[in-house]
């Protein structure tokens, strides 16, 4: 990629951060809209946990395709078929005429959606060059993530309440169009100087984990153990083969090197654990307030500005903050925020009073606008410029997973606990067990932050890193030979 002028850097950001925006809407806006398409759809809770988790599902399956494919052929070109892709899916989601295909045209948003953020998160990393600009540039990315979560659940909220909730996928029209002829206009093509060759079986078995384990979770509360077993072992031996194949690849889909890095495989963990509280935190919300409170979308969706807002206005702090003194500090703030907030709701209720449903929802807008920046940061930081959009993909798709386990769990423990006769009686204590599994999750940025981020930590990171790119020296040298 050649080297760009700062405006022209500036405006590169600004289109990338457009494509995470459509993206992360959609997640925010779809969560106020769930009790209104539950009703339409006649859809039980297992049914709603589809319509976030199809779609979060086949975006972790196939970021890390997405980004080896972009590296490889183009990462405008494929940025420019997700925007395409995506507002085409948002398209058919408005018209969808069922629960069923309302969950299949969401896998097509996805097929979109997985070659936006990974490709984009390449270009920025290609554009940026400078570590401190970088680290400041991923702030920026970060904050887009708050502003859709504050502006979602009021658009959706307002749009449900006026219009229906079909409309909520409109919102990616204009956003994604624009997007698009602006990419054609100013983003340089660029790609990876080695191309990588595409790994059928190592995707065939990450979709095999990913869906089969999904399956597993959010339908053990109505088929039972015997049903779900096969695909719990189903997940297992996809997991085991995966293992087992990757290393033996030359150009693998999961580069199984990285992880030698504890400060990637921590960043990996803690992006794991800080989506799975997002989706699971904003799974109970949405339902309780509408569902036990009886607020209508527009009301539930004010009651998430407490937790937007402070991730909005964290998350350029802790890029500055990743940018100056490293990931430790972000991610000691963001584990002691999410899990004091999931504690809140855990062991006092706070959900059922005004003045600690604000603190809590607060509290986890603290927390979580200060873990995306070292997330990435540390993702593709230490990688090989060449290998930056498999890196970012991994990142990526840690998120989505977390966020597609967390809405599976946490909806799997509130549906085996909640009684459909008496629904608003039984929903605080039925949704107990699931805000501990976010204290776990907090618990586990936590810790994991602390560890990983230490000196014993980055002596890993750069050692891998200069393996990695000593491979590359020795392929290139091998291929000009």
Request: aromatic share 8%.
């Amino acid at each position: 990629m050649p080297e760009l002028s700062h405006r022209r850097r500036q405006l590169v950001l600004a289109i990338c951060c457009m494509s995470l925006l459509i993206v992360s809407l959609d997640v925010t806006i779809l969560n106020v809209a769930l009790p209104a398409m539950q009703t339409d759809l006649h859809a039980s809770t297992s049914g709603l946990q589809w319509t976030i988790d199809a779609y979060t599902l086949v975006l972790a399956s196939l970021l890390m395709l997405a980004g080896s494919t972009a590296d490889r052929i183009g990462r405008k070109r494929v940025f420019i078929t997700g925007l395409v892709v995506f507002s085409l899916g948002s398209l058919l989601c408005s018209l969808a005429p069922n629960l069923d295909a309302l969950i299949w045209f969401r896998m097509i948003q996805a097929v979109g959606g997985s070659m936006l953020n990974p490709v984009a998160m390449s270009i920025i990393t290609n554009t940026f060059t400078e570590p401190r600009e970088r680290a400041r540039a991923i702030g920026v990315w970060g904050a887009v993530v708050g502003i859709s979560m504050a502006a979602g659940p009021l658009i959706g909220g307002l749009l449900v309440d006026s219009v229906g909730w079909r409309s909520i996928f409109w919102i990616n029209l204009p956003v994604g169009l624009a997007a698009l002829l602006l990419t054609l206009k100013f983003i340089p093509e660029s790609r990876a100087p080695k191309a990588r060759r595409a790994d059928p079986v190592g995707q065939l078995l990450v979709i095999a984990l990913f869906g089969s384990l999904t399956y597993a979770i959010i339908e053990a509360p109505s088929s039972g153990f015997t049903s779900i077993l096969p695909f719990a072992v189903l997940a297992l031996a996809a997991l085991v083969a995966l293992l087992w194949y990757e290393p033996r690849r030359d150009e693998p889909l999961i580069d199984l090197r990285f992880f030698r890095s504890a400060p990637f495989s921590g960043a990996t963990v803690i992006a794991i654990s800080a989506f799975s509280a997002l989706g699971g935190f904003l799974f109970l919300s949405t339902l309780y307030l509408q569902n036990v409170v009886g607020l209508d979308a527009l009301h539930a969706g004010l009651w998430m500005l407490p937790m937007a807002v402070p991730t909005f206005l964290c998350a350029p702090v802790s890029g500055r903050l990743v940018g100056s003194h490293g990931p430790r500090i972000s991610l000691l703030i963001a584990g002691t925020a999410m899990t004091a907030s999931a504690v809140m709701f855990a062991g006092f209720e706070a959900e059922t009073s005004g003045v600690s449903r604000f603190i809590g929802y607060a509290l986890f807008g603290i927390g979580f606008g200060f873990v995306n920046a070292p997330i990435t940061n540390t993702a593709v930081s230490g990688m090989p410029r060449a290998q930056a959009g498999v890196a970012a993909a991994v990142a990526s798709t840690s998120r989505q997973l977390g966020q597609t386990l967390g809405v599976a769990v946490v909806g799997a423990v509130l549906a085996s606990g909640v009684s459909a006769s008496s629904y608003k009686e039984t929903f605080v204590s039925a949704a107990r067990p699931g805000w501990w599994i976010l204290v776990v999750c907090g618990l586990a940025v936590l810790v994991l932050g602390a560890v990983t981020s230490g000196a014993w930590a980055r002596r890993t990171a750069e050692r891998t890193a200069e393996k990695l790119a000593s491979v590359e020296v020795r392929e290139a040298a091998g291929i000009n030979a």
